[in-house]
């Protein structure tokens, strides 16, 4: 029997993406190894969303270059082979194939030709996401993504070129994969696309669906108990979606949409054109419509032009908001990118001294929103064991970590009181 490796780097669509080349695999009757050395195809599914990130793939491939059998076909699919193109095999010669993050249901054609440098970058399709076999088990959260692309082309990022335009997939499709999945072993529902609440979809009798439509369909299946939905752009928060919070209470009291600068200036040059008022009187409705909610935040420190005051915005805003769960990231000049181009670009001192103090900002409202939680009951979904086996891990509607002491049975939804917390996760014991 044939082998394949797979690894994968970068967001939850990779991580999809990763889970749907090894369905097809195996269906095709390949098997999984963890063993670069013993694998007949070996597969990196690449991110390109920092130079960091492309750096670490292209670092995997020399190693494993080394590594593999001679005659094993070697190849990476996703943002990087999309950013590099036909350069990944100049730099790479022993590379078998170049697929992009839409191109990745042609891997058939490497295995019919193993002789041929296949590279397809296309853009474009939403083939990918139906083409496919489906997995045969859902995990207990199942990520199901309905649009990928994004038009929104902030200056600094590179999606756009990776993943190209924004398309929304078929309703139908999407709610048949949320009932496939429920049916198969998934208790929650995590929607997913880079532009995820900008989803727009006409069906042939003109009817429109939008996120808040698929909310409802996926809470009308029984066995799903949670729903949640990652990335969101600030203004495509309308009031249905808002709504949503109010009256689906399978929405989870958490919400991730990064404001990423809190200087509107900086935000101007990143092309994110909302004011901080208007992100701020979203964050008031809904708050209003769920009073529990919190939010999460992507943010980036050291954008070209970037001053002390606008940064201090950033810690403002921050502190305001008391983002929890949150990333902060130093700007990464990207190929195809506007702000690459742009002058007063941040030396990485000042870049790096800027990221440790959003990140101890960031570490504090952490903790201190996780010892808020000392005392509280909350329905937390089974993770699994700790390394130790000593513990089983839940996680919480806010997405936190909480651990408890190993007991017989490990229900799959609890209820859990917190019981001591520190920055990186929570404690508790099963509720009576
Ligand atoms: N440099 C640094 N961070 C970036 N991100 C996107 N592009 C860049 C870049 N060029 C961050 C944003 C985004 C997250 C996924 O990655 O914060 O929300
Ligand atoms: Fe990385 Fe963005 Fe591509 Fe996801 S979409 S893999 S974050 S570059």
């Known amino acids: 029997m044939k082998k394949f ?42 991110c390109a969303v920092r130079a960091k990130a492309t750096d670490k793939v292209f670092s995997a491939l020399g190693r494993i270059r080394r590594q593999k059998k001679p005659d094993a076909l070697f190849g990476i699919v996703g943002c990087v082979a999309r950013e590099s193109g036909a350069d990944a095999f100049r730099r790479i010669p022993e590379l078998n194939f170049v697929l992009g ?11 019919e030709n193993p002789d041929a440098k296949l590279l397809n970058i296309d853009l474009g399709g939403l083939e990918k996401f139906d083409e496919l076999p489906r997995m045969e088990h859902s995990p207990a959260v199942a990520y199901v993504p309905i649009q990928e692309g994004c038009d929104h082309c902030c200056t600094y990022c590179i999606v756009p070129y990776t993943r190209g335009r924004e398309v929304s997939r078929r309703f139908a499709n999407v709610i048949d ?8 072993g998934a208790v929650e529902i995590c929607f997913l696309g880079q532009n995820v609440n900008g989803y727009k979809y006409t069906d042939n009798d003109g009817r429109k669906y939008r996120l808040s439509d698929l909310i409802r369909a996926a809470a009308a299946l029984p066995r799903i108990q949670r729903i949640r939905f990652t990335s969101s752009y600030p203004t495509e928060m309308t009031d249905d979606l808002i709504e949503m ?119 504090e409202i952490q903790r201190s929103f996780n ?56 404690r508790g014991e099963f509720a009576d």
């Open 101 to 111: 993050p839409q191109s990745y249901h042609k891997l058939p054609q490497v295995l």
């Open 177 to 184: 994969d949320c009932r496939h999945a429920a049916d198969t």
């Open 371 to 426: 010892e808020a939680c000392i005392g509280k009951t909350m329905p937390c979904l089974y993770e699994g064991p700790d390394k130790t086996g000593r513990h089983l891990v839940y996680r919480t509607p806010y997405m936190q970590q909480c651990i408890v002491p190993a007991n017989d049975a490990a229900p799959q939804m609890a209820d859990i009181k917190v019981t001591a917390a520190n920055k990186a996760s929570l």
């Open 245 to 363: 919070f109010r009256t689906e209470p399978k929405l989870l009291p958490f919400l991730n949409m990064p404001i990423q600068s809190g200087s509107p200036n900086v935000l101007t040059r990143m092309n994110r054109p909302y004011s901080l008022d208007l992100y701020i009187d979203i964050i008031n409705k809904l708050h209003d419509a769920r009073p529990d909610i919190q939010i999460s935040s992507d943010f980036i420190v050291g954008f070209p032009g970037e001053s002390d005051e606008d940064f201090n915005q950033t810690l403002e805003i921050a502190r305001r908001i008391k983002y929890i769960n949150s990333y902060s990231f130093k700007y990464s000049p990207r190929p195809h990118t506007a702000a690459a181009l742009m002058p007063d670009q941040v030396p990485e001192t000042i870049k790096a001294a800027r990221l440790a103090i959003l990140d101890a900002e960031l570490n």
């Open 5 to 46: 490796f797979i690894q994968t780097f970068g967001c939850q669509m990779n991580v999809y993406d990763g889970q749907r080349i090894a369905a097809m695999l195996t269906a095709r009757g390949l098997s999984r190894t963890q063993n670069v050395a013993d694998a007949d195809i070996i597969i990196l599914n690449t």
